[in-house]
């Protein structure tokens, strides 16, 4: 993934402990969305993706997701009955100290070692369908509001929906009335002179200000040819910086709001639009300098 390199050119190499601090954190979000549709609490009850969350979670170590997909398995709750899996699940779970996993171990036997598909490779389920209209449905009416908008006009920009949330989401919780100290305006967050680039007239009317968003965001994705992190980044922090740091930016609240964007998103690049603009050399001079650096 090119994104990775120009962190690791960037930033300091990250440490084992690092990188599983990482993987918990996505993991513990993944079971949380999972508890919400498997109950319905908040969002539209949908067991057979709650189920599928609940195994991409158990696949990045999340305990409770282990269990919790065991149970699913055990009752025929938004999967096929099946005790092999059940089992294997409970099994692996008491295995980390999960003391009701260890009880139910009593009723589903000793450990087959089967396991669910979705255990041996990251679940599509989770790449597909980020949960938006649970989170939309979660908002209070004015950001509801605000989110459908945002949903409804991201295609047109060749944007998928998912990523222009998590951008709306982090710039300003969808406030289309927020002003930054650095003068950042409305929904998206336009600075004045992006307002000015994208045509954005009223900065403070919902609709034009995510449409200078979103083709803002599409000239980034063209950029840096689909690299989600570097097209985050330069929003936060300008193409500029992400240039001249030839990756991610080391400044804290780039990072910080990189890996927010990447844990709503779920995956390292998008596809983008090849017309909008000529891709940044930065990243040819970095493919050229990988070249070197292998011998190739």
């Known amino acids: 993934m090119k994104w990775v390199l120009g962190l690791l050119i960037a930033l300091p190499v990250p440490t084992a402990f690092a990188i599983d601090k990482r993987l918990a954190e996505q993991a513990r979000y993944l079971a949380r969305e999972a508890l919400s549709y498997e109950h319905g609490e908040g969002v539209p009850r949908d067991q057979p993706y709650a189920a599928g969350l609940y195994c991409e979670a158990a696949r990045l170590g999340d305990v409770e997701a282990m269990y919790s997909l065991g149970w699913m398995y055990a009752n025929g709750r938004g999967v096929e009955r099946n005790d092999a899996y059940a089992g294997a699940l409970f099994a692996q779970a008491a295995r980390k100290g999960h003391e009701h996993a260890r009880k139910m171990l009593r009723y589903t036997g000793d450990d087959t070692r089967a396991k669910p598909e979705c255990l041996r490779r990251p679940a599509d389920v989770v790449r597909e369908r980020w949960p938006i209209d649970g989170?939309?449905?979660?908002?209070?009416?004015?950001?509801?509001?605000?989110?459908?908008?945002?949903?409804?006009?991201?295609?047109?920009?060749?944007?998928?929906?998912?990523?222009?949330?998590?951008?709306?989401?982090?710039?300003?919780?969808?406030?289309?009335?927020?002003?930054?100290?650095?003068?950042?305006?409305?929904?998206?967050?336009?600075?004045?002179?992006?307002?000015?680039?994208?045509?954005?007239?009223?900065?403070?009317?919902?609709?034009?200000?995510?449409?200078?968003?979103?083709?803002?965001?599409?000239?980034?994705?063209?950029?840096?040819?689909?690299?989600?992190?570097?097209?985050?980044?330069?929003?936060?922090?300008?193409?500029?910086?992400?240039?001249?740091?030839?990756?991610?930016?080391?400044?804290?609240?780039?990072?910080?709001?990189?890996?927010?964007?990447?844990?709503?998103?779920?995956?390292?690049?998008?596809?983008?639009?090849?017309?909008?603009?000529?891709?940044?050399?930065?990243?040819?001079?970095?493919?050229?300098?990988?070249?070197?650096?292998s011998g190739t």
């Open 135 to 293: 989170l939309i449905a979660r908002l209070s009416p004015e950001r509801r509001e605000i989110a459908r908008l945002l949903s409804e006009l991201s295609p047109k920009y060749g944007i998928q929906p998912a990523l222009a949330l998590a951008i709306g989401l982090t710039e300003s919780a969808l406030n289309p009335q927020a002003l930054s100290p650095k003068n950042a305006m409305g929904v998206m967050q336009l600075i004045p002179e992006t307002a000015e680039r994208f045509n954005v007239s009223k900065p403070y009317d919902p609709e034009q200000n995510i449409r200078g968003g979103l083709a803002y965001l599409r000239w980034l994705l063209a950029y840096f040819e689909g690299d989600v992190a570097l097209a985050a980044a330069a929003y936060n922090a300008g193409e500029g910086a992400v240039d001249r740091h030839r990756g991610v930016p080391p400044y804290r609240e780039t990072q910080a709001y990189v890996e927010r964007i990447l844990r709503h998103v779920g995956q390292a690049h998008h596809p983008y639009d090849r017309s909008v603009v000529s891709p940044s050399r930065m990243l040819r001079n970095l493919r050229l300098a990988a070249q070197k650096g």
